[in-house]
């Protein structure tokens, strides 16, 4: 009886799997954590473009430093980016290197000023995965109801403005349309460039990608050293396993 209900369960599994995706049409991330020119410049587009509203307040500037390769000074200056200056800099706010990454922008302003406070963004992939978070960064278009005027057709009416615009440039949804010439729906992803961009479409792909990179380290910062640790311990397991049988045989060899 209890091996029926095991199949059972087994088959329901791809089921539950499915609707807990939500059945979305995810775009594929490209995530590789030992391509630090990858990390770098997510690196770069964290703090330029994400920084300004959003925290990393679990993680700290100089770890990010060590992994990818980067100098003391170099990650100050990446730090310069995404802070305040001296003069403007609010009480509470360090720009030492070994600080955490925050944000001067408080919860009660982020809820003022966009309905909610804008979250922080450590453990976003592990929360979202990265696919899903790669095909948000590409779901935005120009939507002039909204306060920011721009939507995204992953996240529906969602409160964050469109902040890569310059990036890929303003685009607008196209509408399909039946004989008659009424609209029949939106196509999620057909979009319409109303004005280009510093990059191409496939510069763009790439720098999301980047960053979204970037974004899945900072979730789990050791991963690489991890499995590094976890095939060594394999192996010596395996070894641990070959000598541990040949005592026990040489222990049992007279009982047998």
């Known amino acids: 009886m209890n091996?029926?209900?095991?199949?059972?369960?087994?088959?329901?599994?791809?089921l539950f799997a499915h609707a807990s995706e939500g059945?979305?049409?995810?775009?594929?991330?490209?995530?590789?954590?030992?391509?630090?020119?990858?990390?770098?410049?997510?690196?770069?587009?964290?703090?330029?473009?994400?920084?300004?509203?959003?925290?990393?307040?679990?993680?700290?500037?100089?770890?990010?430093?060590?992994?990818?390769?980067?100098?003391?000074?170099?990650?100050?200056?990446?730090?310069?980016?995404?802070?305040?200056?001296?003069?403007?800099?609010?009480?509470?706010?360090?720009?030492?290197?070994?600080?955490?990454?925050?944000?001067?922008?408080?919860?009660?302003?982020?809820?003022?000023?966009?309905?909610?406070?804008?979250?922080?963004?450590?453990?976003?992939?592990?929360?979202?995965?990265?696919?899903?978070?790669?095909?948000y960064l590409n779901s935005f278009y120009l939507d002039p109801s909204r306060p920011t005027g721009a939507n995204n057709t992953l996240f529906h009416n969602v409160g964050m403005p469109d902040v890569l615009w310059e990036l890929h440039g303003l685009r607008?949804?196209?509408?399909?349309?039946?004989?008659?010439?009424?609209?029949?729906?939106?196509?999620?992803?057909?979009?319409?460039?109303v004005t280009e961009g510093k990059m191409t479409e496939a510069e763009y792909l790439k720098a999301t990608n980047d960053l979204v990179n970037f974004l899945v380290y900072m979730g789990e910062p050791v991963k690489m050293e991890r499995q590094r640790v976890g095939i060594l311990v394999m192996f010596f397991l395996v070894i641990f396993f070959i000598f541990a049988y040949l005592l026990k045989k040489e222990y049992w060899k007279d009982v047998h």
């Open 3 to 14: 091996k029926k209900i095991l199949i059972a369960l087994l088959m329901c599994f791809p």
């Open 172 to 193: 607008k949804l196209k509408e399909t349309k039946d004989k008659e010439g009424n609209a029949e729906g939106i196509e999620p992803a057909n979009f319409e460039q």
């Open 23 to 135: 059945g979305e049409n995810l775009m594929k991330a490209d995530v590789n954590l030992e391509n630090k020119n990858s990390l770098r410049h997510g690196a770069k587009l964290f703090v330029n473009y994400c920084m300004s509203c959003h925290s990393a307040k679990y993680m700290r500037y100089i770890h990010v430093a060590h992994y990818l390769g980067l100098t003391d000074k170099q990650m100050q200056n990446l730090i310069l980016v995404s802070d305040f200056s001296d003069e403007d800099k609010p009480q509470g706010v360090d720009k030492k290197v070994g600080a955490l990454m925050t944000v001067a922008m408080t919860e009660q302003e982020g809820k003022k000023w966009f309905g909610n406070p804008p979250p922080d963004l450590t453990l976003v992939a592990r929360v979202r995965g990265a696919d899903w978070i790669y095909t």
